[in-house]
Nanobody, 126 residues
Framework: QLQIVESGGGLVQPGGSLRLSCASS????????VGWFRQAPGKGREAVST????????AYADSVRGRFTISRDYAKNTVFLQMNSLKPEDTGIYYC???????????????????WGQGTQVTVSS
């Protein structure tokens, strides 16, 4: 059974940092591209960052480029999202997803995702 579990969310002040983790089980993570998505209250889901199966290609939304970094640890079957210089507009539920096809354009990232986690809440507030 394929499972994806996110963790690492929480409440942080503006300018602070969080590191989200996306742990997978039931499959070998190196066979899947992985993406992080978020949904703010009252808004649609948006792609935040993606990484391909080999970890050689990454993509970021313009709103997070330079502040967020996606990486993967194959030994742990885990993908991380390091989030620095957090802003109140980064608040939302962050979802991790995996799929066999990698779309290099961040706006198309959702198309390749087949398996989704339950999400972890990130709140940026003073």
């Amino acid at each position: 059974q394929l499972q994806i579990v996110e963790s690492g969310g929480g409440l942080v002040q503006p300018g602070g940092s969080l590191r989200l983790s996306c742990a997978s089980s039931g499959f070998t993570s190196e066979t899947y591209a992985v993406g992080w998505f978020r949904q703010a209250p009252g808004k649609g889901r948006e792609a935040v960052s993606t990484i391909n199966r080999s970890g050689t290609k990454t993509a970021y939304a313009d709103s997070v480029r330079g502040r967020f970094t996606i990486s993967r640890d194959y030994a742990k079957n885990t993908v991380f999202l390091q989030m620095n210089s957090l802003k109140p507009e980064d608040t939302g539920i962050y979802y991790c997803a995996a799929g066999t096809i990698y779309y290099p354009e961040i706006t198309e990232a959702t198309f390749g995702m087949e398996y989704w986690g339950q999400g972890t809440q990130v709140t940026v507030s003073s």
